[in-house]
C-alpha cells in the first residue's frame, strides 16, 4: 500500500548557477543531449544524482535498481519530456537490466507518446486561443458601447448563475439535469456572444438615449430655432419701442406683457419638446396632435419660411415609447441575424458546436413569435431557455437605460409573469430562478439598493 502513497517530486532544474547543464540529474542529461541512457543499478552509479530516486526507497520499502531514460522528442526535434522505466522484471518476477531490445521498442513507444502529447497540447492551445479570441470580440463590444458590454457581462453572470444552480439541484423539476464542465462552459461562451451581431449596429443607434439622438442631440438644434424666434420677438417689439419715440408718441402699456407672453409660450415650446425627447413615458395621443400642429409651424428665415420641425423629427418625437423608431428598432433587432451569421462564420471545435445555436437563440419566444427565426416549444432547449431568461432579466432590472428607471424586483415579477401568460417565457424555468432566490443572489451584487425587493409571483 506504500506505494500507492503520495510521492511529491521536486522539479529538476535543466541549468544550475551560471547556466551549467544539470548533468548530475539523469533525467535532466537525457533531456538537454536527446540520448537515451541505461544504467544497470542506480546504487552502483557515481556519476549521477539518485537522491531523489534512494529517498523514495527509503519512504516506501521499495528497491530501484535497473533503469532505462529515454528522452521524448517532438517533430520540430525538441525535447518535450522524458519517459523513465524502473526495474525491468523477467518472467521469474526477477529485477534484471535493460538491454538493446528494451531500447528499441522504448524508443518507439517514446515517439508515439511525443505525438500524443502535441497532439494534446496543440488541441489544448486551440481551445485556449479559441477562449481569448471569443473573450476579445466581448472586449470589441464593449469597446463599442459601454452599456452593450456591461449588458453581456451581467448577461453571461445570470446565465451562469441559473446553469449551476440547475445542475446542483436535489430536488423539483430540475433534479435530473447535470452539465459537464464543457456543458457550462458552452453556455458561458454562447452568452458572452449572445450580443456579437451588434458590433454591425450603428453606434448611435445602440447607444440612442433620446428620441431626436442621431451623431448628435437634434434637441439642440430646435432650441436653437426657438432662441432664433424669440430674439425675433424681442427685435420686433424693440422695433416698435423705436418708431413710438421716433414718432413722439407713448409707447403702448402693453407691449412688455405680449413680448413677455410670445416669450413664455415658445419657452413652454421648448419644455414640452425636451420631455417628449426624453421617452420615459408614454405619449399620448393629446400630445402627438400638439407635436404634428407644431410641425406645421413656420418663421421667417432669410426671408424665407421655414418649418420648426423638420425632417424626421416629428417622427422621432412621435414615438410612443422608448426612443427608437421601427425603423431603427429593426436595425437592432437585426443584430441577431448579424450574429448567426458571424459564428457561423466560425469553425467551432466539435466540444463547443451548440454555442452558436444558444448565443442566436435569445430573442425567441415560447410561442414562436420572437426572432430571428421563429423557433418555439420544444425547438428551444433548456440552455436557449436560459439565455432568454438572463437576457430579458438583465434588460429588465438594468439601470443603464438612460431612458428609463430601473425596475424593481417585484415590477420584473409582474412582468414576466405577464410574458408567462401570454406565452413568450418558460415557466418552470421562471419559477425556478425566483423561487430558488437567485434573483437575490445578483441583485445583492448587481443591482441598486432599491431594487432589492422580495418578489412575489402568482403561478398557477
Request: negative net charge; aromatic residues 6%; charged residues 30%.
Amino acid at each position: 500500500d506504500s506505494l500507492h502513497n503520495d510521492v511529491n517530486w521536486s522539479n529538476l532544474p535543466l541549468y544550475l548557477e551560471h547556466m551549467q547543464p544539470n548533468t548530475q540529474m539523469v533525467a535532466v542529461l537525457t533531456a538537454l543531449s536527446k540520448k537515451t541512457i541505461i544504467i544497470d543499478d542506480i546504487y552502483d552509479k557515481s556519476e549521477f544524482d539518485f537522491t531523489g530516486t534512494k529517498q523514495f526507497d527509503e519512504k516506501t520499502g521499495y528497491r530501484s535498481r535497473s533503469m532505462l531514460v529515454v528522452p521524448l522528442i517532438d517533430h520540430e526535434n525538441e525535447t518535450i519530456g522524458v519517459l523513465q522505466l524502473i526495474n525491468k522484471k523477467n518472467i521469474y518476477g526477477e529485477t534484471v537490466s535493460f538491454d538493446t531490445f528494451d531500447m528499441e521498442s522504448t524508443s518507439a513507444l517514446a515517439s508515439q507518446a511525443s505525438v500524443a502529447i502535441v497532439n494534446a497540447t496543440l488541441i489544448k492551445s486551440l481551445e485556449d486561443s479559441f477562449e481569448v479570441f471569443i473573450r476579445t470580440i466581448a472586449r470589441a463590444i464593449d469597446t463599442k458601447s459601454h452599456n452593450t458590454g456591461e449588458h453581456v457581462r451581467r448577461v453571461a453572470k445570470i446565465t451562469n448563475m441559473v446553469a449551476e444552480a440547475i445542475h446542483k439541484s436535489e430536488d423539483g423539476h430540475y433534479k435530473d439535469v447535470y452539465y459537464s464542465d464543457e456543458d457550462l462552459k458552452q453556455i458561458h461562451l454562447a452568452a458572452l456572444l449572445h450580443d456579437v451581431g451588434k458590433i454591425a449596429t450603428p453606434g448611435h443607434i445602440m447607444e440612442k438615449s433620446n428620441k431626436l439622438e442621431t451623431i448628435v442631440d437634434r434637441i439642440d438644434l430646435i432650441d436653437e430655432r426657438i432662441e432664433i424666434l424669440k430674439r425675433d420677438i424681442k427685435i420686433k417689439y424693440l422695433e416698435s419701442e423705436l418708431k413710438a419715440l421716433k414718432d413722439q408718441k407713448n409707447v403702448p402699456s402693453d407691449l412688455d406683457e405680449r413680448e413677455a407672453k410670445e416669450l413664455k409660450v415658445l419657452d413652454d415650446i421648448r419644455s414640452f419638446l425636451r420631455q417628449c425627447n426624453i421617452g420615459s413615458e408614454f405619449l399620448e395621443d393629446e400630445k402627438i396632435s400638439y407635436l404634428q400642429m407644431l410641425a406645421k409651424k413656420t418663421y421667417q428665415f432669410d426671408g424665407k419660411d421655414v418649418q420648426f420641425l423638420r425632417g424626421s423629427e416629428l417622427e422621432n418625437l412621435s414615438i410612443r415609447k422608448g426612443t427608437l423608431t421601427d425603423k431603427e428598432r429593426n436595425i437592432i433587432r437585426n443584430h441577431a441575424n448579424a450574429t448567426i451569421e458571424i459564428l457561423s462564420a466560425i469553425p467551432f471545435p466539435k466540444a463547443l458546436d451548440r454555442v452558436l445555436n444558444i448565443a442566436c437563440n435569445h430573442h425567441e419566444k415560447l410561442d414562436g413569435t420572437g426572432y430571428p427565426r421563429q423557433l418555439k416549444g420544444d425547438e428551444l432547449t433548456l440552455e436557449d431557455r436560459i439565455l432568454i431568461l438572463a437576457d430579458m432579466f438583465e434588460a429588465l432590472s438594468s439601470s443603464n437605460r438612460s431612458y428609463k428607471r430601473p425596475n424593481s424586483m417585484s415590477e420584473i415579477a409582474d412582468i414576466m409573469q405577464d410574458l408567462i401568460d401570454r406565452g413568450h417565457m418558460d415557466k418552470q424555468l421562471v419559477q425556478f430562478f425566483f423561487e430558488s432566490g437567485i434573483y437575490r443572489e445578483y441583485a445583492r451584487s448587481e443591482l441598486n439598493a432599491e431594487q432589492q425587493d422580495i418578489a412575489e409571483l402568482n403561478f398557477n
